[in-house]
């Protein structure tokens, strides 16, 4: 978790993200067994809606994006 606690701070870490200098780490719980290792390949698209936003899938209006996960470990039907 990174948070920018002043106007100056944020946007340096926007200018971070931005030139892709910070390397971020997405844990997820799923079900299924997935491949032990892969590379998700899909056009994203942040929707705004109400108060708050959500991210979809769109091959026509989302922006290339691309996912590497490890699977980490598996125990009945679930993997993380």
């Known amino acids: 978790l990174v948070l920018g606690r002043h106007r100056a701070a944020l ?3 926007n ?3 931005r030139n892709q200098r910070i390397h971020k780490t ?3 719980l ?3 067994n997935p491949p032990p290792q892969g590379m ?3 056009p994203l698209l942040q929707e705004v809606q109400g108060t708050g936003w959500r991210v979809l899938v ?3 209006r ?8 490890s699977v980490l470990g598996q ?3 679930v993997s993380w």
């Open 11 to 13: 946007k340096r870490l």
């Open 15 to 17: 200018q971070l993200f």
């Open 26 to 28: 997405y844990w997820a």
């Open 30 to 32: 799923v079900h299924g």
């Open 40 to 42: 998700i390949d899909l």
């Open 58 to 60: 769109d091959h026509e």
């Open 62 to 69: 989302g922006q290339p994006a691309q996912t590497e996960y």
């Open 75 to 77: 125990d009945n039907g």
